[in-house]
């Protein structure tokens, strides 16, 4: 919860922030009014203000481009599945090829996956003050 001061009266603003790899949605709500809802490319922000948030920006951009990297490895593991699907076309080059690009993928995928855990929702606080 984050405090507004609004001519000496404290009114509740409460912030919610869905931290992505391409974006940050920042849901609000000032007092018993309706939610709003903003949706900021990470390409849009300019300066963060905050370490944490600089932190969190450099690494959710390039976790996006290593997710991706490591879906499309996925499909020539597939392609080596189809291959080996027929006992007559099946060798242990296949199984070992499909066994390497799987392995691969994985370990790409979890590598980005915990470092964007780390920079970005492990390093922002859980609540921030501010005054107005």
Known sequence: ???????DAEVPLEVTLHIGLSAVV??????DSADTSQTIKWDDVDTCGADYC??????ATGTASTAIIACVTKFP??????????????????KF????STFMGLIT???S?????????????????IVV
Do not use: H
């Open 1 to 7: 919860v984050v405090n507004k001061n609004v001519s």
């Open 97 to 100: 090829m499909s066994m390497v």
């Open 54 to 59: 600089q932190d969190c920006k450099d690494t």
């Open 26 to 31: 920042q849901e609000s709500k000032f007092d």
């Open 113 to 129: 996956l915990l470092s964007f855990s780390d920079d970005c929702w492990t390093s922002f606080p859980d609540s921030i003050e």
């Open 77 to 94: 593991a597939g392609g080596l599945m189809v291959k080996r699907r027929v006992p007559r076309t099946d060798c242990y080059f296949f």
């Open 109 to 111: 995928l979890v590598s």
